[in-house]
């Protein structure tokens, strides 16, 4: 089975002993689902049940957010409604975009109450802006652009966006590097290692996705070297999704081949953002 020496024992301390959970993928949380308070399918107490019998000893509560979302507030006050009904430990989380090569992120002024910002790579940076992977597809084809470039760019704005907001998560890390087809492997190893080494320094984490099956073993190994933490994550948008990997154990052993330092998943407590 494949678990964090630091989850269970943590678990082990707070309910007992961790054997007694069912759990056919061996993997006891999931750091990253949706809820009906932005594009998922469940409530968040849907949400809860199918991670309840999923075996998971802790749920990443994330939903999307723009500057002008009003929501918060009433969002952070159902988790923290729902923990007083669960033996689950309930993370409140926001997921952002990059705005631009600055590393400015669209998110709300007022965070009050979210432990975590999930940092995705919707979109590209170029110039003052971003642009969608479509239009850098475009640019490729036209011999205006080439895809590294706008991987690196990516790359760069979320080194400094962790540096503006540290102890994020980078989610689903590379994923556009599909959306604008690029393999994952053809991004230089030494661009991955400069983000990890700034993941590591803001006390950042990463995320392992099990819906975009990324990132690869090769590209977490420079995070996990460092004592990065990692986040096992489904980024689900249903229940039924919960809970549920094929990828993240594939890549975990793999990991485990390379004779990585020992996976360090969520830490017992975790600090809300600066």
């Not at 709300?108 to 992977?133: E, F, K, M, S, T």
């Amino acid at each position: 089975m494949y678990r964090c020496g630091t989850l269970v024992h943590a678990f082990e301390r707070r309910f007992g002993s961790a054997r007694t959970l069912q759990c056919s993928s061996g993997m006891y949380e999931d750091m990253h689902v949706h809820s009906t308070f932005s594009d998922g399918k469940g409530s968040l107490e849907e949400n809860i049940e199918a991670a309840k019998a999923q075996g998971l000893i802790r749920l990443g509560c994330v939903d999307h957010v723009r500057r002008d979302t009003d929501w918060l507030p009433s969002f952070v006050a159902a988790i923290e409604e729902a923990q007083r009904g669960t033996e689950i430990e309930l993370v409140s989380a926001v997921e952002t975009k990059i705005l631009n090569a600055n590393g400015d992120l669209d998110l709300p002024v007022d965070l009050g109450g979210i432990q975590r910002i999930y940092i995705a790579d919707h979109q590209i940076p170029l110039g003052n802006d971003c642009v969608p992977p479509s239009m850098i597809r475009r640019m490729v084809m036209e011999g205006r652009e080439t895809a590294l470039r706008a991987v690196h760019r990516t790359l760069i704005a979320t080194g400094r966006a962790l540096e503006a907001h540290p102890g994020s998560v980078i989610a689903h890390f590379l994923s556009i590097a599909n959306k604008i087809r690029i393999a994952e492997e053809d991004v230089p190893l030494e661009w991955i290692e400069d983000l990890a080494e700034i993941t590591a320094q803001t006390g950042s984490a990463i995320e392992l996705s099990e819906r975009w099956r990324c990132p690869g073993a090769r590209t977490l190994k420079p995070f996990v070297a460092r004592g990065v933490q990692v986040f096992w994550s489904t980024d689900s948008h249903r229940p039924d999704r919960i809970g549920k990997y094929e990828f993240v154990p594939e890549v975990i052993s793999e990991l485990r081949s390379m004779s990585t330092p020992p996976l360090h998943s969520s830490p017992p407590s975790i600090p809300s953002p600066a």
